[in-house]
């Protein structure tokens, strides 16, 4: 009985498809954003942006990505790493190649350019599903993994092979480079993932997202109503890699600063991005958020837990993450394999009704 | 329904303009004859019928008219006009809408959700549009609820609009399913075995949808359907199928008594 939907009363059509339609839900949403856009930058330390608030935020703009692919439109990829080293590696070129280019948008940019790609590794898609396109998605992760370590133009011929991030500013305020305050690192993420989320909200309940959800359900009942599948599928790549481009944008030019594509955007990746959408739920933009915390904040929680308060040696308590992080996501698949945002879901549920059972 | 069976002498049935006329239709799917020079007609406002026993081509009959098949001989025109071989969603726009034998919903997402992907076609604003939530946008959201309520309303679901679809019990989906449809306001209106699996009340209950939306919204029916109790007293003319060949064509009362038919459904002495 502390939630509570009685006496809401939606009496049009536009109020009803609110993404908040209940009032404690919108305030608490206008609260949180709040607290995220004007409380926390004054706070933040650079323990907390560069460990815990910025992995996650990026993280969480390359879950959203794939959730569109995989969850709404029911496409597997394997391709999430090699889409961020495009986004990365095209934010650096613009970058250096338009020095006077705004940051901001040289990572929009870049999203656009990892759209195209995806476009491109999408066409597939039209002829195979389920493992088979997650494996030619596999192909995209390996070549162009393989492109930018093999094609020196993409790295300036740097002598390292690696990028490194120039320094750029927004509104003079340094936001990459060595000298940026963990702040402005938070505030800029955060900047995107509110953008992003909030494309990613409208999408998915306009009718480009109910054509996504249709071919993800039932494709030949989707092209038979009127669903282009060819239109559908093609469009969900390229929103999928515009988001994952601009998370691995950010991943360089924010969060790292120096990366190398191998290291930062192998196979791991796309994996990493794939379990934090399916813990998270496939399918909602809230799963998108938790699965990426979760992955993202398990494993330093655990650091602070076994060596900050029970001062394990540091390699055991390495090695027992990895096996407690596995144990755990096993658990959390076989207790709700429908992911986090239907924990939430059913934890609501039990709110709506507490302290009775029925 | 018993209305409707001594109303085969209204004008508006089966006496109106032809909507799509299929000409000498053969599918073949490798050695195998599915449907053998066959010819009918659907006219404007009717609700026509095609029966037939097991695998004598009624499905695919439907499939060759909503583009899932291409048949590899005969011509197909719509309203007045050759129609080329195209895609199923290409089918659609023109405004052709069907329903499923095993239900094809999209079992993930809502009741409403799955009437409003029914009008998909209808739905022209464009993608950056949908993604600012732009004002058009919006608007032509609304517009669409508004008619995909007004098909809630007809059907009396209005009580599982936000629940998905895959948890509704078998007779609901199957009324979703032609809401579905119906959403499209489509022209022509295909279904396949509409009340396959119900029991009595349930199949009266779609007889009278049935009915209904030929009445209310005048749309033009072609249906499969197994029980002849329904087919004859709600069709205006049947088409009848065996082994992929059209054995009879005609109004309820000469196809009883069609000596073919007879034959196909009982068997022959020999």
Not at chain 1, 43 to 70: E, F, H, K, M, Q
Not at chain 1, 141 to 163: D, E, H, K, R, T
């Amino acid at each position: 009985m502390l939630y509570r939907e009685a006496g809401e009363f939606r009496t049009s059509y536009p109020d009803d498809s609110q993404t908040f339609p209940i009032a404690f839900d919108k305030f608490r949403y206008y609260a949180i954003l709040a607290v995220l856009f004007v409380g926390v930058p004054f706070i933040v330390n650079d323990y907390w942006a560069n460990a815990v608030l910025v992995p996650v935020l990026v993280w969480s703009i390359a879950a959203l990505g794939l959730n569109i692919l995989t969850g709404y439109c029911g496409q597997i990829s394997l391709g999430t790493g090699g889409f961020m080293a495009v986004g990365a590696y095209s934010c650096y070129k613009l970058m250096t190649a338009f020095p006077d280019l705004n940051v901001v948008f040289c990572i929009f940019l870049s999203g656009f350019v990892t759209a195209l790609v995806g476009i491109v590794f999408g066409v597939p898609s039209l002829r195979i599903k389920g493992f088979y396109l997650a494996v030619a998605t596999l192909a995209a992760q390996f070549f162009l993994v393989w492109l930018f370590n093999g094609v020196p133009w993409f790295y300036n011929y740097s002598a390292s092979g690696q990028i490194t991030v120039p320094e750029r500013t927004v509104f003079g305020i340094a936001v990459t480079g060595p000298y940026t305050e963990p702040w402005a690192k938070y505030l800029i993420c955060m900047f995107f993932v509110f953008v992003l989320a909030w494309l990613a909200r409208n999408l998915t309940r306009s009718s480009v997202g109910r054509s996504w959800m249709a071919i993800r359900d039932m494709d030949i009942a989707a092209e038979i109503i009127g669903v282009n599948p060819l239109k559908a599928k093609l469009q969900a790549f390229a929103v999928s890699s515009f988001f994952v481009g601009i998370s691995g944008a950010l991943f360089f030019s924010v969060y790292l600063g120096a990366v190398e594509a191998s290291e930062a955007f192998g196979i791991n990746q796309s994996f990493l991005v794939l379990f934090m959408v399916i813990i998270g739920g496939l399918g909602s933009i809230f799963g998108s958020f938790a699965g990426a915390a979760f992955i993202v904040l398990l494993p330093v929680l655990l650091k602070n837990l076994l060596v900050g308060r029970l001062s394990w040696p540091t390699d055991i308590a390495t090695n027992s993450e990895f096996i407690i992080v596995g144990a755990l996501i096993i658990f959390f698949l076989i207790v709700e394999p429908h992911g986090l945002a239907h924990l939430a879901r059913l934890f609501k549920e039990k709110l709506r009704l507490w302290p009775f059972p029925h | 329904m018993s209305d409707k069976a001594n109303s085969e002498a209204k004008p508006k049935n089966g006496s109106g303009e032809i909507l799509m006329e299929l000409k000498g239709i053969s599918l073949r799917f490798g050695g195998v004859l599915a449907i053998s020079d066959v010819s009918f007609d659907i006219k404007e406002g009717e609700i026509r019928a095609i029966i037939g026993p097991n695998g004598a081509g009624k499905s695919s009959m439907l499939n060759v008219i909503s583009g899932f098949y291409h048949p590899q001989e005969g011509e197909i025109w719509f309203r007045g006009e050759r129609r080329p071989s195209m895609r199923p969603h290409r089918v659609a726009a023109q405004g052709i809408a069907r329903t499923f034998q095993n239900i094809a919903l999209f079992k993930r997402m809502t009741t409403l959700d799955n009437i409003m992907t029914g009008r998909m076609t209808l739905m022209k604003s464009s993608f950056a549009a949908q993604a600012l939530w732009w004002g058009p946008a919006e608007r032509e959201e609304t517009e669409h609820r508004e008619k995909a309520e007004r098909i809630i309303d007809f059907l009396g679901i209005q009580a599982i609009r936000k629940i998905p679809v895959g948890t509704l019990p078998y007779g609901l989906q199957k009324r979703v399913e032609l809401g579905r449809a119906l959403a499209a306001e489509p022209k022509l209106l295909l279904l396949d075995e509409p009340m396959a699996g119900m029991n009595v009340e349930e199949k009266e209950d779609m007889s009278r949808f049935i009915l209904d939306v030929n009445d209310e919204f005048g749309t033009t029916i072609a249906l499969i359907e197994h029980d002849m109790g329904v087919v004859m007293d709600i069709s205006d003319r049947i088409v009848v199928m065996d082994y992929g060949k059209k054995i009879g064509d005609g109004r309820p009362a000469e196809i009883r008594n069609n000596q073919h038919v007879i034959d196909a459904y009982l068997g022959v002495a020999h």
